[in-house]
DNA sequence: AAATAATGTGTTCACGTGCACGCATTTTTT
DNA sequence: AAAAAATGCGTGCACGTGAACACATTATTT
């Protein structure tokens, strides 16, 4: 027999009921506002109070109807959101748009208060990271790029008890309740391989944008390594060159690039670690027999993929980055609950002129 | 000045308000009664009201708050889904845990009743789906293998007024609200690409499964069709074999496979267009310089990948198509509109070894 | 010691929708 | 023509949570 219907109604006994806080109230002997003012950690409730609340919770593996928090978060959540910023198509103009989509879509009552610093200048984030310090918030979310500055901030948030979330990139090792990001190694070695699996290359070129240079605030050193260290095992003979070229110059860039070129003939292979291949694309248009991986699905990005001047751009849904850190991190301030699970890494996507179709949402 | 915040309480206008059924009942001249009435066409209204309501909720751009509608669903709302059988680990299987598993957790009060039919047999499918019309449901998910069978089916459900959404594969021009699925035929092409990129082929090993054959009910053709077509294109002296096996006789396969391989010793490149690339796994195993690539990310493919037997896998997010599909069909119900996007076209991605990390969720 | 503040707890309304129910009025049946 | 059914519409409760408010009791200040 072929056909059969089942019920899935409810995932456990037959009549399992779901617990509302309610039950908790009864089952720790206390009323229905203790509960909820032990669950968000509003103050006035006794600590042999909250033991029996907390353990009727656990016991009873309540948690909070989301869809009735929504409706009823009345007060609006205050969240910063500590960003580099950005000019229009820039990759954090991506994190940025996911994130206000999803605080007008989420359904909790979301304040989002940009404070958005020069991702060149270390002193920048200082001065935002202080301003914010002097706005009430709720929740703070930020990425990592200047090591010392954010793990000397995130001690000041410990101290004050505003939980925090890391998105895109992060430090170890500190307080935040989440991350949300991916493994950017494994990122530049993926990106290594696709250069490389059509043949082994000779000379690489690696193209670096000049800020890179900075080493304190270069948040593609990682990725780097894992590009160079995957060329360094399977092509150990391999010459990586680098040309450096300013993104403020760009009619600079192709001359540069050309000039490399007569000086390294025999350079057939191109790549970038960093989310601005679209600036080699004029130098690639006239060269069709070079190979080309960068980063990012910028906009500009993919019209060079589609051109055919770029082989594969190794990137992720960038906004989906932002939309599910700002989901994860205003559910856990709704629940006074970090998220159950702490560190999210979204998955490395291949784009290839055959599959960038449906790729942008 | 680098810093600067903003707030982004409201997309529109200072204080704009979001509409409710009572705005909606007001703007209409009725009661709140009425609209949901008119919304969820449950009858009871005259014509004129109709209009009046309806006029009202486009004038005020009214969309139901899903969180207080969940929140009130208390009316289980029934969804038959006439599906593919399957063994655990299966394509089929995959799906179906996505539905099942979004029925529990998108608030809806979902009762799924799941009606599988055998895949080989269009008798199968058509006493199926009379069982099912037998049935008291509110809304149908189903794929479109068979499709002469499937037309008259959704003949009759167009003709009760019943619901039905297309789920991985569909056939056009029917009344379906909703369907969520992929481009079969790129995914084909995209294959063909992955296999031939590091080089030319002299000849292909294309692997079927014995069921292949039958065309009325061959959920791979066009897939096929794209692979072929993209070999044709850019290799057109290169020679597809092909060769099917039986998954009901595993022990066989690496048999016939090695007995094609004595005959045809040139062959360095292997596809399948099913999900069952493993199968050939054994085989693979002892020709580690024949290419591969195959479909979908099941457990046991994504191991063949991981210890290098296959190159790539061209997949999507599985269970993404059942929660997204189930996800709009349900709101789809709950709102009495249908989905602002009729079809939805996943993305395809490109597995390999070094991206398989946090592909599975 | 009295006034004031802080603490601990319970009560109540609001959020927006689903849906049962009740009541009139009109239409159909007997 | 009376009874029954169908139609058209409004009212009211329930869903589970957030958070203001009210009220005691205890701790602190004057």
């Known amino acids: ?53 907390r353990d009727a919770i656990k016991r009873l593996g309540y948690s909070a109807n989301l869809n009735a928090a929504k409706l009823a978060s009345r007060k609006p959540r205050r969240i910063a959101c500590l960003l580099p910023s950005f000019k229009e198509g820039e990759y954090w103009d991506y994190i940025n ?36 310090l002097d706005t009430p918030v709720d929740g703070v979310l930020l990425n990592a790029v200047f090591k ?41 070695e993926l990106a290594a391989f696709l250069l ?19 080493h304190r605030g270069d948040p593609n050193r990682v990725r780097r390594q894992g590009f160079l260290d995957y060329i360094g095992k399977n092509f150990p003979e391999t010459v990586v060159h680098t040309v450096f070229i300013d ?23 191109l790549a970038t670690t960093n989310s601005r291949i679209h600036l080699a694309a004029p130098f690639l248009a006239a060269h069709p027999d070079i ?11 993919v019209k060079a993929l589609k051109a ?6 190794v990137t992720h849904h960038i906004m989906d980055i932002s939309r599910e850190c700002l989901r994860l991190f205003a559910e856990s301030l709704s629940t006074g609950e970090p998220p159950a699970q702490r560190n999210h890494y979204v998955h490395l996507d291949i784009l290839h002129r055959l599959n960038i179709d449906g790729y942008e949402r």
Chains 1, 2 share one sequence.
């Open 1 to 53: 027999m072929h056909a059969f219907f089942a019920k899935f109604a409810a995932l456990m006994s037959e009549n399992f009921k779901i617990p509302t806080v309610f039950d908790i109230a009864r089952e720790a002997g206390v009323s229905r506002g203790t509960v909820d003012r032990v669950i968000h950690r509003r103050g006035r409730f006794s600590a042999e109070t909250e033991k029996r609340v």
């Open 291 to 301: 190979h080309a991986v960068g980063f990012d699905d910028l906009e500009k990005n």
């Open 247 to 269: 993104p403020n110059a760009p009619e600079g860039i192709t001359p540069t690039l050309e000039a490399f070129l007569s000086e390294h003939p025999h350079v057939r292979h």
């Open 97 to 132: 748009r996911g994130l206000v989509e999803s605080a007008g879509t989420l359904g909790f009552n979301l304040d989002l208060q940009m404070f958005l610093y020069d991702q060149t200048s270390s002193d920048s984030f200082k001065e935002c990271s202080s301003m914010l």
């Open 196 to 214: 490389t699996m059509s043949g082994k290359p000779e000379e690489i070129l690696l193209v670096r944008i000049l800020r890179d240079k900075d």
């Open 148 to 188: 010392d500055e954010v793990v000397e901030f995130s001690r000041e948030l410990d101290e004050r008890g505003i939980p925090y979330a890391f998105i895109d990139n992060n430090v170890e090792g500190l307080g935040n309740v989440l991350y949300v990001g991916f493994d950017v190694y494994r990122g530049g």
């Open 308 to 313: 055919g001047y770029v082989d594969f751009l």
